[in-house]
């Protein structure tokens, strides 16, 4: 419990600092794309070659139920609760959205972090493994999310202060997600099928459009790349 709480919040704190790279207009925002690419394989090959056999184990019937539940929420709250959903480099600079556009996109990512944590903490109640391919799997894309959340606020027509603090939300719901876990294990059951789908879901459609909209194949090499980084750490890490 208390390893996945520490990764819990410094996965949080890379939303933070995702919402601090929004307000500093002097940061080199372009690296944010490196993240996504990167993350997105890895959280792929994560969901895929971890999450969902480990899943299996525990119900071959219900699993891929609750792992097309998981996907099916996640494409839910992005097209109707936050249908102004964006991950990546978009700050929103030119436009200006309602303030209530910017509180429903909190809303929508903080489901999502809780599922994060949900993530985390399932993982490390089936094996310290698959807790810490999770966490890395996570950790990748929180910077991301984070910069979104904070980018939205901000045009939203709310202050700079209000931006990182709309990331900070998202810190303290990926946290309740650990603690969910944690707190009642048996609840693995379900969350660790649900999340899996919910990180097929990130990674298939929030990241990967993002990586196909960059020219080139260099963002299609790092996505390549990431996934191969998964396969090193299974390869040469004990299991």
């Known amino acids: 419990m208390l390893v996945s709480l520490i990764l819990g919040a410094i996965a949080g704190f890379a939303n933070i600092f995702g919402g601090m790279v929004a307000v500093r207009r002097n940061w080199p925002r372009h690296y944010l794309r490196y993240f996504i690419s990167l993350g997105a394989g890895f959280m792929m090959a994560v969901a895929l070659l971890d999450m969902l056999p480990e899943s299996l184990k525990f119900s ?109 939300v998202l810190a303290a719901t990926t946290i309740a997600g650990v603690l969910a876990i944690s707190l009642i294990p048996s609840w693995v059951r379900v969350g660790l099928p649900v999340s899996a789908g919910v990180t097929m879901y990130v990674a298939a459609t929030d990241l990967l459009p993002e990586v196909n909209r960059e020219p080139g194949i260099r963002m299609a090499l790092v996505f390549l790349l990431g996934v191969g980084v998964f396969l090193l750490i299974r390869l040469l890490a004990p299991v």
């Open 60 to 168: 071959p019937r219900w699993t891929p139920v609750l792992v097309l539940a998981g996907y099916c929420i996640t494409h839910l709250i992005e097209h109707t609760i936050t249908p102004h959903f964006h991950v990546g480099e978009e700050t929103h600079a030119e436009e200006f959205l309602h303030r209530h556009t910017g509180y429903s996109v909190l809303l929508g990512l903080s489901v999502h972090a809780i599922f994060d944590g949900v993530a985390i903490a399932s993982g490390f109640v089936v094996s310290t493994w698959l807790g810490w391919l999770i966490f890395i799997a996570i950790f990748l894309h929180k910077i991301p999310v984070g910069f979104t959340v904070a980018s939205v606020t901000l045009a939203s027509g709310r202050s700079r202060t209000a931006a990182v603090l709309s990331a900070s």
